[in-house]
């Protein structure tokens, strides 16, 4: 019996930045074979990007290192004429093929989804894109917060007197991996019935659509767009009193819960005259602020206390180091760490969802640039003299 | 061949309220059989929310219409003597069960993972929760928001001088959705290979930890925080330009792209002299300033068709009613709908992943409160006379 959920699946990853990538670590951490495909010399574009121009152990980008454990590299110009070789001979063997190159690209390679099906039939291949492969935005540029942008989330973030706000996060692309994977786990499960694979298509522009269900059901049905109030309320369609309100040393975060109730902790009986669904949605800009001017006189701790001990719903707004302290986050061993060669010991979040037969494990850092290419070479049957040929080629690289 | 990803697949969704259901709503779009077992009357938590005090048809909650679509609902006490005698039955056929209670209230009812794993052991059983099912914040309520805000994600989002922003939809629950289906998938497939289920865990905290791998790697190893700027740079991380920009009549997103080529496109070579990357990431409020006054003498078109001419990456900012007039979005058929027996026709978010041998669809609407408890009954061979006596005892409802 399989000690890993995904221990005989192998999955030829020639994708890059963070869509692609984050579907195969996902698909990685339960245990598949991920042989990562890069170009020689650069590799993947992710790995030139980074915050604020800081760079682990001089060279490695914090980004590319958040989403590539467990994978190995092989380096390969996929436009060289030996890629095909390569690329085929592994086709044959593997399970799942992601890409997220711009539509067209692989299929003039001679890598597109009808020439792999060719050579293996039982083939996902999983393609993801901005705006998928047709239609009018086929040539525009698909990129996270231009997605949040088109697709009313930044529109619907923020203070209404303020521009609309992108999320800190890249969602479009998280959300767009996690299709991936749900693509590809359901074709999975219906190969074993069907004998066949299948392409799945994914793109950020339906995927965050989609993760605005109810609010786009909302507005579309009302024919009513949100509006973003001005204060700190946490969403354009809640009322008062939800959302993120000072403290003496810090910001406390409030969801729905009984108004009066939060009014009998602060204390001020006035503020019950605003207690009826009309004015707590009419007049939550007002109620936000004569609530924070009570809030503010309390600290985060005592705060949250009594709060909690009459059951309103409340956290903390923690930064991401307080949240890597926070006890709940210790307590779950949510922060792991792996050891890389260049990087030296990198503090990782660990796999977020619990196996009770099949646990996600971390195994291997994230690769260099064709770290494993001699490797993944031999185990395919290619021979030391034809690996070397192709290196000196510069079809091949091998990292030293 | 099944002509749907998941045809064979049953799941018993004991969920409520945002990340159970999506998840099970996932499954059923790809053709799982899905029985919502609600408490009779009020049932899903969810039916009793809305946006602003607005309902569809009078009485049915857009939030619950868009995560419930494709499931049957069987009413049904959980706390009644008679319902366990129900829900083993159903569990003897089921592959998959959903639950999103507060940890221990199942297995007080005797529906925890080790009462239905004796019944089947091939049973698949996902627990999503706020926080997992021990630890310092067990009592704690786990709700979307206050995730947001105990994880880093609201804290990096909004400007510098104003509370930190949530994001404005339930990306937590939805994160922990997409965690449930990615758990439960697995599952399935390494069932095959073992013959047993096992226990998938999800938890919210952890969930929205992992979607800021990038972040918290970052954070953590460099051991310092993230800082919102005071401006519309649309990332703490990230430096000038990336960002959101006024125009005459709207907004535009512009992600990473060449500085001096934007600079070029908006006709001042004085904005050049920051075209440093120390410049642009410590200037970038000044920067996005006074590039900001430079888009605001464009109208949103001119401006994304001057930016798209020479590949710098942009986009519209869109509110909901626009993203569905979207021609990309109207192109790719991402809007659909469905009919309502109360709500009338309700247009929904279609299925956003495509698969090309087992395409999802949407084939019934999001179900009333035991719309189909005689029917679901019936299919697992209680008599009429059973079925009349559990009504008759409240144990199970069926509307009218």
Redesign the interface.
């Given at each position: 019996?399989?000690s890993k959920?995904?221990e005989?699946?192998t999955v030829l990853d020639l994708s890059h930045l963070?869509q692609g990538p984050?579907a195969t670590q996902?698909l990685a951490d339960?245990g598949a074979t991920v042989i990562k495909v890069e170009r020689p010399g650069q590799g993947d574009l992710f790995r030139t990007?980074?915050?604020?121009?800081?760079w682990?152990g001089g060279t490695e980008s914090?980004?590319f290192?958040?989403?590539n454990r467990n994978k190995r590299s092989l380096a390969l110009d996929l436009k060289a004429t030996q890629a095909r070789e390569v690329i085929y001979k592994l086709v044959e063997k593997a399970d799942i093929v992601v890409e997220n190159f711009r539509p067209g690209v692989l299929d003039r390679l001679g890598f597109g989804?009808e020439d792999l099906k060719r050579i293996n039939p039982r083939i996902i291949y999983c393609s993801g894109s901005g705006?998928?492969d047709?239609?009018?935005?086929l040539?525009?540029?698909g990129?996270?917060?231009?997605?949040?942008?088109?697709?009313?989330?930044?529109?619907?973030?923020?203070?209404g007197d303020?521009?609309?706000?992108?999320?800190?996060?890249?969602?479009s692309d998280?959300?767009g991996a996690?299709?991936i994977?749900?693509?590809a786990?359901?074709?999975?499960?219906?190969r074993?019935?069907?004998g066949?694979g299948?392409?799945?298509?994914?793109?950020l522009?339906?995927?965050m659509?989609?993760?605005?269900?109810?609010?786009?059901?909302?507005?579309?049905?009302?024919?009513?767009?949100?509006e973003?109030p001005n204060s700190?309320i946490?969403?354009?369609?809640?009322?008062a009193p939800?959302g993120?309100y000072?403290t003496k040393d810090g910001?406390?975060?409030v969801?729905?819960s009984p108004y009066s109730r939060l009014v009998g902790v602060l204390g001020d009986d006035s503020l019950l005259r605003y207690d009826n669904?009309?004015d707590l949605?009419e007049k939550r800009d007002e109620i936000w602020a004569r609530l924070a001017e009570r809030t503010a006189t309390w600290n985060t701790e005592e705060l949250m206390n009594a709060l909690?001990a009459v059951?309103i719903?409340?956290?903390?707004?923690?930064?991401?180091?307080?949240?890597?302290q926070?006890?709940?986050?210790q307590?779950?061993g949510?922060?792991s760490y792996y050891d890389h060669p260049i990087?030296g010991r990198?503090?990782?979040?660990?796999?977020?969802?619990?196996?009770?037969?099949?646990p996600a494990e971390i195994t291997r850092p994230a690769p260099l640039v064709g770290q494993h290419s001699r490797e993944i070479l031999a185990e395919y049957g290619f021979s030391e003299d034809t690996v070397n040929a192709l290196i000196d080629s510069g079809t091949v690289a091998q990292s030293s």
């Open positions: 019996m399989n959920a995904l005989d699946v963070l984050f996902l339960l990007l980074t915050f604020n121009n800081r682990l914090p980004n290192l958040a989403w989804y705006y998928g047709s239609g009018p935005y040539k525009r540029p990129q996270d917060m231009l997605i949040q942008g088109l697709t009313g989330l930044a529109a619907a973030t923020g203070r303020g521009p609309p706000v992108p999320v800190g996060a890249g969602f998280q959300v996690m299709n994977v749900y693509g786990l359901a074709a999975l499960y219906w074993e019935r069907s066949v299948q392409h799945i298509k994914v793109n522009l339906a995927g659509l989609a993760h605005q269900g109810q609010e786009m059901l909302m507005a579309m049905n009302f024919e009513t767009d949100f973003r700190g946490g969403h354009p369609g809640m009322d939800f993120v000072p910001w406390v975060t969801a729905m669904p009309k949605f909690l059951d719903w409340c956290g903390e707004v923690k930064t991401h180091l307080q949240a890597e926070d006890p709940q986050v307590h779950l949510a922060i990087a990198v503090k990782v979040v660990a796999p977020a969802v619990s196996f009770s037969a099949t």
